[in-house]
């Protein structure tokens, strides 16, 4: 069976409708079958920037799905009004509607009716003002899916991905939460992962914590007493990891072909390398879960709202990206 990509149009305030329709239009996927969760008038906001008209058909629901039918699926599942709720700006009315957008999506996925979630950006602080009152999406999709155990954020851009022993918090609280547990969680789940990605046992890079690793313990010790015997360990579990290596020169390294994945200490450590080498073309997977979620590793984009000119190669790539894994999880 071909596998169902459900597509939220991410806010309605930002971007997102414009580079879904974008991405879109470039064709169908060759492995899967996109659904649309929308209101209507949001994609046609998004029709309109964009310059691109959809053949869509209404859908009740995905029990009444036609495989047969080559239009996109449609269903309008809460209502939401351009109009109403503004363009360039946070609106905690339009997280509410993105939040139980995705909550919907979540249990159609749950309930086997989608293989995977993609959606176009969302703003986490309308998120949180709407009701939704998590640190960010993925910690949403953990509580919505009842998650438990160590999850994470995987960018991916064609050079390599990444993953974080810590992620949406001040550097100040990262700095705490760096233990041995969360790096060896994090390369554990790099590898589980890259291997399902790939097909194969990936070569995953470590970043150190401190400049040049910590200089054998002159600008601190995280690395000798921390990082090293980590990773040692993990190594004798038959995981291809490599470091600390310092961060000013890991990125090139992956960036050259030495390592499929990098795990980074801390959300800025990795995030300025992937948007530095691939803004246009990263994608942002939650990695660990049951069900599969990918978005464009861009924001909402609140300063070219309803200019026309975004750039829909992230967007096309979550697609890509989420059809992939579906098919690899069946």
């Known amino acids: 069976m071909t596998a169902r990509i459900g597509l939220m149009l991410g806010d309605a305030t930002g971007i997102g409708p414009e580079v879904a329709v974008k991405a879109l239009a470039i064709g169908p996927l060759a492995d899967a079958r996109v659904v649309l969760f929308a209101d209507r008038r949001v994609l046609a906001l ?9 053949a869509v058909r209404p859908c009740n629901g995905l029990d009444a799905l036609d495989e047969a039918d080559g239009a996109i699926p449609l269903i309008e599942c809460v ?37 995977a ?3 176009a950006p969302l703003n986490k602080k309308a998120l949180h003002e709407g009701g939704f009152a998590y640190h960010d999406e993925h910690q949403m999709f953990a509580a919505l899916t009842g998650h438990r155990g160590f999850f994470g954020e995987m960018n991916v851009i064609p050079a390599f991905s990444t993953f974080r022993v810590t992620s949406h918090v001040s550097l100040r609280e990262a700095l705490a939460l760096i233990t041995p547990e969360r790096i060896a969680a994090a390369v554990e789940l790099a590898d589980a992962t890259l291997a399902r990605l790939l097909g194969r046992r990936p070569r995953i890079g470590v970043a150190a914590l401190n400049p040049h690793a910590g200089e054998n313990g002159l600008f601190g010790r995280e690395e000798i007493e921390m990082i090293t015997p980590t990773l040692q360990a993990l190594r004798a579990k038959g995981i291809d990891c490599t470091g600390p290596i310092p961060a000013d020169v890991i990125f090139i390294r992956a960036r ?18 992937t948007k530095l080498l691939g803004f246009h073309q990263g994608v942002t997977v939650t990695a660990g879960l049951d069900v599969v979620f990918t978005t464009p590793a ?33």
């Open 46 to 54: 998004g029709e309109r920037e964009a310059g691109r008209t959809l």
């Open 79 to 115: 209502p939401a009004d351009p109009a109403a709720l503004g363009r360039g700006a946070v609106s905690p009315d339009s997280g509410r509607i993105v939040g139980e957008t995705l909550a919907r999506m979540i249990a159609e996925a749950k309930a086997g009716r989608l293989d």
């Open 117 to 119: 979630i993609c959606f």
């Open 256 to 273: 050259d072909g030495g390592f499929d994945g990098v795990v980074s200490m801390y959300h800025d450590q990795g995030q300025i390398a």
């Open 298 to 330: 861009h924001g909402t984009a609140f300063d070219i709202a309803g200019k026309g000119i975004a750039d829909p190669g992230a967007m096309r790539r979550a697609l890509e990206l989420a059809a992939r894994l579906a098919n690899r999880r069946a």
